[in-house]
């Protein structure tokens, strides 16, 4: 049993279709984060939460909407998408946040296709 | 801003060869964590080795060392031996105190 695991592994979802990706650490980690993953681009930073608090959103359209019900599940709803919201959606967590010798520990990740 | 840049999309190497993979970064940190991550076909994101800025010494692990240039802002990735398990997108990571900032990616392909 991997660290991190992510359901759904792939998703299909039209624009008007209401989905959730769910995320579950098993590392007895405080820091959870959602990762966009695009083809030929960076890694985008999404969410974060430390402690089931949230401490980042990084300018995320309103469409992606976080839960953190503890520090071992994270969820990320989806409403209203857009085709260019396909990607790969990557979960991870860490021991503490904004401790730079904290490394993340990723999951297998969503596979969202908008269509 | 924090800004990685991974200049080599795409890589091959040869079963058993050695590979050096790219890396640079901009900050105007002085403390500061240094990663390869690995993601192979199945996605997950594998951590490789990392490096803290403050250490002069180059991180190692197994087959995988780095050659960190700090006055260069430089943080290569060396695969000695390669196998054919090597093969996947390998990518440059940057953290001094928040999240992870990431370079866009190496996708590194071993040959028999």
């Known amino acids: 049993e991997t660290g991190v695991t992510q359901t759904p592994r792939h998703l299909v979802m039209g624009m008007t279709n209401k989905k959730s990706l769910k995320c579950e650490q098993h590392l007895g980690h405080n820091a959870m984060y959602w990762y966009k993953q695009s083809a030929k681009k960076p890694l985008e930073l999404m969410f974060v939460?430390?402690?089931?608090?949230?401490?980042e959103n990084n300018s995320v359209p309103s469409r992606f909407s976080p839960e953190c019900p503890n520090s071992s599940h994270l969820f990320l709803h989806l409403h209203t998408l857009q085709p260019e919201d396909s990607a790969l959606y990557l979960c991870?967590?860490?021991?503490?946040f904004g401790q730079g010798d904290s490394p993340l520990h990723f999951g297998n990740g969503t596979r969202l296709t908008v269509t | 801003a924090q800004t990685v840049t991974q200049s080599q999309p795409e890589m091959s190497v040869q079963e058993a060869e050695t590979v050096t993979l790219s890396c640079t970064y901009d900050?105007?940190?002085?403390?500061?964590?240094l990663f390869w991550y690995k993601q192979p076909p199945s996605r997950q994101m594998i951590l490789v080795i990392r490096q803290e800025a403050y250490k002069q010494q180059n991180a190692t692990e197994n087959r995988f060392s780095v050659n960190f240039q700090k006055a260069a802002k430089s943080f290569s990735l060396k695969i000695s031996d390669s196998q054919l398990g090597d093969t996947a997108m390998y990518f440059c990571a940057f953290n001094s105190g928040y999240a992870l900032n990431f370079g866009k990616g190496t996708s590194l392909l071993v040959t028999p």
């Open positions: 991870a967590s860490s021991q503490g």
């Open positions: 900050t105007s940190e002085n403390n500061y964590y």
């Open positions: 939460y430390n402690f089931k608090e949230q401490t």
